[in-house]
């Protein structure tokens, strides 16, 4: 497990929520558009967070397009409960 690449995107997702609560705090009007690229930026991570999460140093370093595009997949359920 890369718990360094795991604990990087956890950190990058946790600071993206709490600015996505004061941007909603803080501007009653907040745009429909803003509120999806920034929730789309926390899935990015949590989910490269998950799928990342046995990726080597190097991999995580260099991260190929097919890595990046594979990472930020929803995982599958079966992945999720059965810890694959």
Known sequence: MNKNFILFNL???RDQIVQTIQN??????CEY???VV???HVYHHL???WNARDS???Q???CSEADWLRWR???NSDEIYLGR
């Open 11 to 13: 950190k990058e997702a």
């Open 24 to 29: 909603l705090e803080s501007d009653p009007e």
């Open 33 to 35: 558009g803003n509120y």
């Open 38 to 40: 920034e929730m789309t």
């Open 47 to 49: 989910n490269t967070a």
């Open 56 to 58: 080597s140093d190097a």
């Open 60 to 62: 995580a370093r260099e």
């Open 73 to 75: 997949q929803f995982p």
